[in-house]
C-alpha cells in the first residue's frame, strides 16, 4: 500500500475520485461538486486558513488502485463547550471495506495533528462551517442525499469504532411531506398573532434582497452569536451570501417575522440543490449553469431543505415560530410546487431544535455521527454537553 499526500493537480484529482469509486453502484449516491471540494482545501477560497491548516492524503493499493483518502484540520476558531483541550479535525474519509487500510489513515491524521499541538481529533467534519460535509452517516442510506449532507457506505461505521473512535455526538434529520397538514396549535397560534397589532410575516422578494440579508444578520446574532460556537456575522458577509444564492433560491420559501418592522424570527429554506447536481457528476461549468436555470424554470425540483431557523431570544416561547410557519404553509402547501422538505441536522445536544422539527410532525429520516478520538487513552471520554443552539 502507498500512501500520498495530496500536492498537485493529478493527486488532487485522484482525492476526488476516492470518494466516487467508494460509492458506485449506489443509486443514491449524488457526487459533490468537484469545486466545492477543492475550495476546502485552498487558502485563496477558504476563510479557515487564517486560523489553522489542512492536509491531504490518498491511499492506492500495491497494483497502483485507489483505495481511500482522509483530510486532517486544525482550526483555532473549532471549540466545543466542555472541551479544555486542543481539538483537530478529520474529514473526507473513504475507505475499502479493509481495517488495515482504515487504520493507516487514521494514524497518519493523528500523527500530523499530534504534531500541531492537538490531543483530539473529531470526525468526520469539515475544514469550514458545518452545513456541509460533517458527520458520518449511519442510518438513512435508502433516499438521496440532500446537497452538503455527508453520504457513505454504511461499513464506515465500523472502520471508526474499531479504531478506538467513541460517539461524540448524534445528529439527527427529520422529514416530512410539504402538504402534510400542520398540528391544531400552529392555525391557533397563527390566529393569535394576526389579531396582535405589530406582527407580521412575509417572505422574501429579490427586489429586496439586501434588505432581508440584514434581516437575516439581526435574527442570527441574536439568536445564536451569544450561545460560544457562532461568531457574530456582519450585514456585508450576508448580502454576499445572499447574492450568491440568488439564481438558486426561491423567494416564497424564505420567511421572517417582525414586530413593529423590526425583524424577530426567521425561517429560510431553498430547493435541494442536489436535485440539480446529481446530473452534473462533480462538474459546475457554463453548460450545467444553464441546465439548472432550465430546470429551476420547468419546476424539476420538487425537494426542500431547511437551511436557518431561528427566533430573537425576547421573542421564544410566545409562538412566533408557528405563526411564521404557518405563514409560510398558506402559501406553499397543496400547490404541487414541492413535495418533500428535508429540515437540516440537529444535535442531541440541542433539545429545543429536535422539538421543533417533531412539533411539525417531522419523523427522523437519517441519523450521521460526530466520533472523537482521544490520543492519551487514559483519558476519560465525555460525549457533547447540552447547548440550546448549534
Known amino acids: 500500500m502507498q ?4 500536492t498537485d493537480k493529478q493527486t488532487a484529482k485522484d482525492f476526488l475520485e476516492v470518494n466516487a469509486l467508494m460509492n458506485q453502484g449506489n443509486p443514491c449516491y449524488i457526487r459533490s461538486l468537484d469545486n466545492e471540494v477543492n475550495e476546502v482545501f485552498d487558502p485563496s477560497k477558504n476563510k ?22 482522509i483530510a486532517a484540520f486544525t482550526n483555532s476558531k473549532y471549540i466545543n463547550k466542555g472541551t479544555d483541550f ?24 493523528k500523527s500530523w495533528l499530534q504534531g500541531k499541538g492537538m490531543e483530539a481529533m473529531d470526525g468526520p467534519i469539515n475544514f469550514g462551517d458545518r452545513d456541509k460535509w460533517w458527520g458520518l452517516m449511519v442510518e438513512g442510506f435508502d433516499d438521496e442525499p440532500m446537497y452538503g449532507m455527508s453520504f457513505n457506505p454504511p461499513y464506515y461505521e465500523a472502520l471508526f469504532n474499531n479504531y478506538g473512535f467513541e460517539n461524540y ?9 410539504v402538504d402534510d397538514p400542520l398540528p391544531p396549535r400552529f392555525p391557533e397560534r397563527h390566529a393569535k398573532f394576526k389579531a396582535k397589532p405589530g406582527y407580521e410575516a412575509r417572505h422574501l422578494t429579490l427586489d429586496k434582497i439586501e434588505k432581508y440579508a440584514v434581516d437575516f444578520a439581526t435574527v442570527y446574532n441574536a439568536a ?16 454576499k451570501l445572499f447574492n450568491k444564492m440568488k439564481p ?9 417575522a417582525y414586530y413593529k418592522d423590526e425583524p424577530i424570527a426567521m425561517f429560510i429554506n431553498i430547493p435541494d440543490l442536489n436535485q440539480y447536481f446529481k446530473h452534473f457528476n462533480g462538474k459546475f461549468g457554463l453548460w450545467q449553469k444553464l441546465r439548472l436555470l432550465w430546470m429551476k424554470k420547468m419546476g424539476y425540483n420538487k425537494r426542500l ?41 440537529a444535535g442531541e445536544w440541542n433539545p429545543k431544535m429536535i422539538n421543533i422539527y417533531k412539533s411539525l ?6 441519523r450521521m455521527i460526530t466520533f472523537r478520538y482521544l490520543f492519551d487513552r487514559n483519558k476519560p471520554f465525555e460525549k457533547h454537553p447540552e447547548m440550546e443552539y448549534k
Not at 500512501?3 to 495530496?6: D, K, Q, R, S, W
Not at 479557515?48 to 483518502?69: C, H, M, P, T, V
Not at 479493509?98 to 491524521?109: S, Y
Not at 455526538?169 to 411531506?177: A, L, P, R, V, W
Open 3 to 6: 500512501l500520498i499526500e495530496v
Open 48 to 69: 479557515n486558513f487564517k486560523y489553522g491548516e489542512a492536509k491531504r492524503w490518498i491511499a492506492r493499493s500495491d497494483d497502483g488502485q485507489l483505495i481511500g483518502r
Open 86 to 109: 486542543p481539538t483537530g479535525g478529520i474529514g473526507f474519509f473513504d475507505c475499502i471495506d479493509d481495517q488495515p487500510v482504515a487504520n493507516v489513515l487514521f494514524d497518519t491524521a
Open 169 to 177: 455526538y448524534n445528529q439527527f434529520y427529520y422529514n416530512m411531506q
Open 224 to 239: 445564536w452569536a451569544q450561545h460560544g460556537e457562532a461568531k457574530e456575522i456582519t450585514n456585508e458577509q450576508v448580502i
Open 248 to 256: 438558486v433560491m426561491d423567494p416564497r420559501l424564505i420567511w421572517f
Open 305 to 345: 431543505t431547511g437551511l436557518a431557523f431561528g427566533v430573537v431570544p425576547k421573542y421564544q416561547a410566545l409562538g412566533i415560530d408557528s405563526f411564521m410557519i404557518y405563514e409560510c404553509g398558506l402559501l406553499v402547501q397543496n400547490k404541487g410546487w414541492y413535495h418533500q422538505y428535508e429540515m437540516g441536522w
Open 361 to 366: 410532525n417531522g419523523k427522523q429520516s437519517r
